[in-house]
């Protein structure tokens, strides 16, 4: 089978995303089982200046969704980024992965060279080849903040392993 812009896109997103769930899910056994608030989880940032875990899973959804909505030309869901617990994360995450799934391939298929117009800061815009886009802004940004949040949640004692980040529960 042949690499396409759909499958290199749609399917990495929900296995990522999945694997994200499934950290949260195993944070929510941790959560439970030493007895402590979660919200030192919800709110933990690995340095002063990044954002708190809550934003690395919001960044992450939103990263996969916009991406695929702006090569598909097709409109996002919004979210108002106030989930503030582990549930609710995860339902974010669920939520996103469950668009992303009806994702039509066609809709992605043949855009490789697409004009993509994205906001870069308060201000400014960008504009990239859909493929391009892809590669070098949509996947590393997803890798980013979903790798942020397992660092963040092994640094604060969840037992997370290579495996989780790599096939998260198998399903």
């Known amino acids: 089978m042949t690499i396409t812009l759909y499958s290199a896109s749609v399917p990495v997103f ?3 995303l999945n694997n994200l769930k499934h950290f949260l899910q195993k944070a929510q056994a941790d959560v439970s089982s030493r007895g402590y608030d979660e919200q030192a989880l919800v709110q933990f940032r690995l340095a002063p200046d990044m954002l708190p875990f809550k934003s690395q899973i919001y960044i992450a ?3 996969a969704k916009l991406c695929a909505a702006r090569i598909g030309g ?3 869901p919004k979210h108002d980024n106030i989930e503030n617990n582990l549930a609710d994360l995860i339902a974010r995450i669920q939520a996103t992965v469950e668009w992303l799934k009806n994702v039509p391939t066609q809709a992605i298929e043949g ?3 697409k004009q993509i117009t994205f906001p870069v800061g308060k201000d400014k815009t960008r504009t990239m080849l859909a493929e ?3 590669k070098s802004l949509a ?3 997803v890798f980013f903040h979903t790798t942020t ?23």
């Open 111 to 113: 855009q490789e060279t």
């Open 132 to 134: 391009d886009y892809l």
């Open 61 to 63: 959804c939103d990263a």
């Open 149 to 171: 949040a397992y660092a963040i949640l092994r640094h604060n004692g969840v037992a997370l392993g290579k495996i989780d980040f790599l096939l998260g529960s198998g399903d």
């Open 139 to 141: 996947l590393p940004n």
């Open 14 to 16: 929900i296995r990522t």
């Open 74 to 76: 097709l409109d996002a």
